[in-house]
């Protein structure tokens, strides 16, 4: 009796997850690999081809539609097997949830634990704005420098859309302006971005105090631009200082690993709306984003879209899918994520509830990332769904912060760790099936096309 292929495909597949090969229950540090500084960055994401095929599409978690992130688990097992050539990069864009680095440090770091460590990635300079955090680095300093992003810029009436890829650029004019940071995170390299444009003037770079270059930002025209400095690995202190021979412009500053890793972007500014990044001429962001040349695009905002009166959820559902098609476009090849926001309650005679305008964002956002072809999560399931922000808030120690819209640390990483769990769990679901797909597709023992003539 001969035994049909796909029997045998099945067969093969059980004796592959009894030896341990399908998937793994604990997670894998992936070695350091060399790689080339990102400032000349060139090569595919992955030396693995795109496996086109589609994976099951049932949701994981509070993770749904996770066969849109296909291209994502490729360039991730592509490291895992330590045949990529670049590092897997994801950016959050989003409000103060994202700003406040929280919740993406405790993701960026269980995705270093399991995938290794690229890099820290890209942070801001300066105090763009109040309560600023971000992992990796314990102190900034400014004097002198002031932030520059869509809503200052139009009450000043000249707009420009040159904000770098965080929203917020910082401007320094006077003799002696100067940023500096207390960086605690380890690096290979320092690569600071800033606006090249007519009458620039120029900054010095001092690393642990010791000055090494002066950069000079003066150009014919107005573009992105980049000076990377190689360093020891280790803590260091970083200072931009303005020399005063014009106006310069810092984005930020981007410490990058000679190691193939993940890293983590996290892109938030107190206050912002989907709209916000929109705002950016739509050359410059994707200028930015393509030099980025991310794998994973999560776009986490609705938290201050609903607490105005003029946002309404088809509104921001279009805003979303705008959004969406922008990165697309500027960065082909890279999935997306609509984070849907955390609970937000607000205070009535019998307690605290939910908000109704955050349910009916939600739904839109589901309906503008099923639009746009992105993948959702759920983070309002995550937390308990109706109410959670209440019973967060009154908890010991509390998860929720008593402004009834923020989380506290804790309740950050809780949300954050639900979303690596749920994302892990889709990729090995993604490897069974490729694995499974990649067998079935092999001509049997014994079949016509394996026979010898």
């Known amino acids: 009796m001969v035994v ?26 992936a070695h350091a690999a060399p790689r080339a500084p990102s400032t000349t960055e060139t090569d595919p994401t992955t030396a693995v081809p795109h496996t086109t095929r589609k994976a099951s599409d049932a949701t994981v978690g509070q993770l749904e539609h996770p066969s849109r992130l296909a291209s994502l688990f490729s360039r991730l097992q592509a490291v895992e097997a330590h045949q990529a050539r670049a590092d897997v990069r994801i950016v959050q864009l989003g409000d103060s949830h994202t700003a406040s680095d929280w919740g993406t440090s405790v993701a960026r770091a269980r995705l270093a634990t399991r995938f290794g460590d690229g890099g820290r990635g890209f942070l801001p300079m300066g105090r763009p704005y109040r309560r600023l955090f971000q992992h990796g680095e314990a102190v900034t300093r400014g004097l002198g420098f002031e932030p520059d992003e869509a809503g200052l810029l139009a009450k000043r009436g000249h707009p420009d859309g040159f904000f770098g890829p965080t929203g917020i650029a910082m401007d320094g004019h006077a003799p002696g302006a100067v940023m500096s940071s207390e960086l605690t995170a380890s690096a290979d390299h320092f690569e600071i971005a800033y606006l090249a444009q007519p009458g620039g003037g120029s900054f010095d770079v001092l690393v642990d105090r010791k000055l090494r270059g002066r ?55 107190n206050g912002a709306k989907a709209t916000m990044p929109l705002a950016s001429d739509e050359a410059h962001l994707g200028e930015q984003m393509g030099r980025i040349a991310p794998a994973l695009a999560i776009l986490a905002y609705g938290t201050n879209e609903s607490g105005d009166l003029t946002t309404t959820p088809e509104d921001h559902a279009t805003t979303i899918r705008t959004l969406a098609e922008r990165l697309a476009k500027a960065t082909p090849g890279a999935e997306c994520i609509v984070l849907g926001p955390p ?35 759920d983070q309002f399931a995550v937390m308990g769904a109706s109410g959670a922000m209440g019973r967060w808030s009154t908890e010991s120690p509390p998860r929720a912060q008593r402004d009834l819209v923020h989380l506290t640390r804790a309740g950050y990483a809780f949300v954050a760790e639900a979303l690596v769990r749920d994302l892990l769990a889709a990729y090995e679901g993604w490897k069974r099936d490729t694995l499974t797909l990649t067998l079935a597709s092999r001509p049997s023992a014994g079949h016509p096309s394996s026979t010898a003539r």
């Not at 093969?12 to 009894?18: Q, S």
């Not at 205070?347 to 605290?352: A, F, K, L, S």
């Not at 939910?354 to 990332?369: E, G, M, P, S």
């Open 343 to 377: 609970d937000r309650g607000g205070r009535t005679q019998t307690g605290v509830r939910t908000i109704t305008k955050l349910v009916d964002l939600i739904a839109a956002q589901r309906r503008a990332a099923d639009e746009a072809g992105c993948a959702f999560y």
């Open 215 to 269: 950069v000079t930002t003066s150009s014919a025209s107005r573009a992105s631009a980049y000076r990377s400095f190689d360093v020891a690995r280790g803590a260091h202190s970083l200072e931009v200082r303005a020399v005063g021979d014009g106006s310069v412009r810092i984005f930020g500053v981007r410490l990058d690993d000679d190691a193939i890793g993940v890293t983590l972007d996290s892109f938030g500014v």
């Open 4 to 29: 049909s292929r796909r029997i045998l495909a099945l067969v093969a597949v059980a004796v592959l997850a009894a030896a341990g090969l399908v998937a793994h229950s604990t997670p894998r540090i």
